[in-house]
Structure formats: structure tokens, C-alpha cells
């Protein structure tokens, strides 16, 4: 009974290192490519598939665009 309580502890803590470890790249750089994030107007949520260069509402979700302070024009 002291192994079977050992290897579900080894289990469990495993288990929730790679949940940890999974969530920490989601505030990466690597994510934020698409227009969701570089067009000069951005829907809050960021939905795959919204973004644009005029104000407007996220086809997506139905949002209102909001102006993207990090936008840097065309000359990107």
C-alpha cells in the first residue's frame, strides 16, 4: 500500500509539473503574428481571423475593434 500511495504521488506531481510547464508559453511573443494582433485595429479578445484598418466590429465574437497602441503602420 506504501509503494501504490508513493507512485500515485509521483503521478500526480508529474501530472501537474507539465500542466505548469504547458501554460508558460502563452504570453510568447510567438503568438501574437497574425493580424488578430498586428492590424492597426484589434478585436479585445483577439480572435483568429479578426484584426483590420478601419474601425469595425470582430466577425468573430461581435466585439467593437479597439485601436492597436502597438500598431506600427506600413512601414513594417
Known amino acids: 500500500m506504501k509503494n501504490f500511495k508513493m507512485i500515485l504521488f509521483s503521478v500526480a506531481f508529474l501530472a501537474a509539473g507539465l500542466t ?3 501554460c ?8 501574437k503574428q497574425g493580424k488578430e494582433y498586428t492590424s492597426e485595429y484589434v478585436c479585445p479578445m483577439h480572435c483568429e481571423g479578426s484584426g483590420s484598418d478601419k474601425p469595425g466590429k ?10 492597436n497602441k502597438d500598431h506600427k503602420g506600413h512601414d513594417h
Open 24 to 31: 508558460g508559453n502563452s504570453g510568447s511573443n510567438a503568438d
Open 58 to 67: 470582430c466577425p468573430v465574437c461581435g466585439m467593437d475593434y479597439k485601436k
Open 20 to 22: 505548469v510547464s504547458s
